[in-house]
């Protein structure tokens, strides 16, 4: 998944906004129009959405819920603005949270993708 810099490649593509430079256990993300945010809270499905991170930068991700265990938000590879690399890792979803007509995904730990 190569960095984005517009925005979404298609209309399955949710922009999802994270308050920081980058993800870690505790992070937040706010997926955007979801077609039935409050369905998706409950019980997520997989969806693609480019993570746009609080120093402008826009990264590929996936959120995947194949596994039998909690969601993983997979995040490609990215430089920040400040010019620091970040490899490409997976993040558990611990947690869903319907926030207006947005869904927060709060991150747990790393997750082997």
Known sequence: M???STGPADADTYAAVCDHTHLFPGARC????????????????????DVRFSDGVIVD????????????LVVAAYTTAAGTSIGGRGWVVRG??????????????????
């Open 30 to 49: 706010r997926v955007q129009g979801l077609p039935d945010p409050r369905g998706f809270a409950a019980r997520p499905v997989p969806v693609d959405v």
């Open 2 to 4: 190569p960095p984005s």
């Open 61 to 72: 991700a996936r959120l995947s819920t194949d596994g039998p265990a909690d969601p993983v």
């Open 96 to 113: 869903t949270v319907l926030v207006g007509d947005e869904v927060e995904l709060v991150l747990g730990g790393a997750a082997p993708v």
